[in-house]
């Protein structure tokens, strides 16, 4: 079946490591995202990508970094500069970047930091 | 960005019509009107979008006002199944993908 697939759904990490977070996807979308939600709070955006070797930053960007090698994929660091980082990681992809479509979602990977 | 404003919650009896307000007084003329809901611990689920017509799909129906700065979401026959948060957000067809998801209505459903 077509979908986002999200890994680890559950993470824990000591303060100061650096942890990386697994999205892919085979819906041949040209566009993914990073959101970050915490408790009882809304989506923000992290990092989006538009085409593959091309990404932005979002509201939220300081403490993460992204890479986009190849289009399935769209793998999110978390570093130590990141204050806060436990939270729940969500990521998302849609066919085209431009246009006003329809945001698909992985069921996500919660970060809790020890 | 152009904002959306929401109730943060709402109630309603099972098997009964819901409506669900947005308002996005400053919305441009490129944007396009989307709904998402989230059940807990999951991702977001597209629901419906739209530009300036109603909508109807199998999920739900979304009544855009004639001057586009409000809309409401319409669940026809709510179930338990329905109560999550709902998100009404604004889409530019012009590339701004910074989407912003507020608090969004958290919809509880009463038996």
């Known amino acids: 079946d077509g979908g986002i697939t999200q890994s680890p759904k559950y993470l824990f990490r000591k303060e100061g490591q650096n942890v990386t977070l697994s999205c892919e996807q085979n819906?041949?979308?040209?566009?993914m995202y990073w959101y970050r939600q915490d408790p009882g709070q809304g989506l923000r955006l992290i990092y989006y990508?538009?085409?593959?070797?091309?990404?932005q930053k979002g509201d939220i960007a300081e403490g993460y970094s992204v890479s986009r090698e190849k289009k399935e994929s769209f793998p999110l660091t978390v570093t130590s500069a990141q204050k806060n980082p436990t939270a729940f990681y969500l990521c998302?992809?849609?066919?085209?970047?431009?246009?006003?479509?329809?945001?698909?979602f992985g069921e996500g990977s919660r970060l809790t930091v020890l | 960005d152009a904002k959306t404003t929401q109730p943060n919650s709402m109630e309603s009896n099972e098997e009964e019509p819901v409506h669900l307000p947005c308002n996005h007084s400053?919305?441009?003329?490129?944007?396009?009107i989307h709904w998402y809901r989230q059940l807990p611990s999951q991702g977001p689920e597209y629901v419906i979008h739209?530009?300036?017509s109603n909508v109807n799909n199998r999920m739900a129906s979304l009544a855009i006002a004639e001057d586009r700065k409000s809309s409401t979401l319409i669940l026809h026959r709510a179930t338990l199944r329905d109560a999550a948060v709902y998100y009404c957000?604004?889409?530019?067809?012009?590339?701004?993908?910074?989407?912003?998801f507020g608090t969004g209505t958290r919809l509880t459903i009463i038996p």
């Open positions: 990508s538009q085409i593959v070797n091309d990404f």
């Open positions: 819906l041949n979308h040209d566009a």
């Open positions: 400053t919305i441009s003329g490129t944007d396009y």
């Open positions: 998302a992809s849609s066919l085209d970047g431009i246009i006003a479509g329809e945001l698909f």
């Open positions: 739209g530009l300036t």
């Open positions: 957000i604004l889409k530019s067809n012009f590339g701004n993908e910074k989407l912003t």
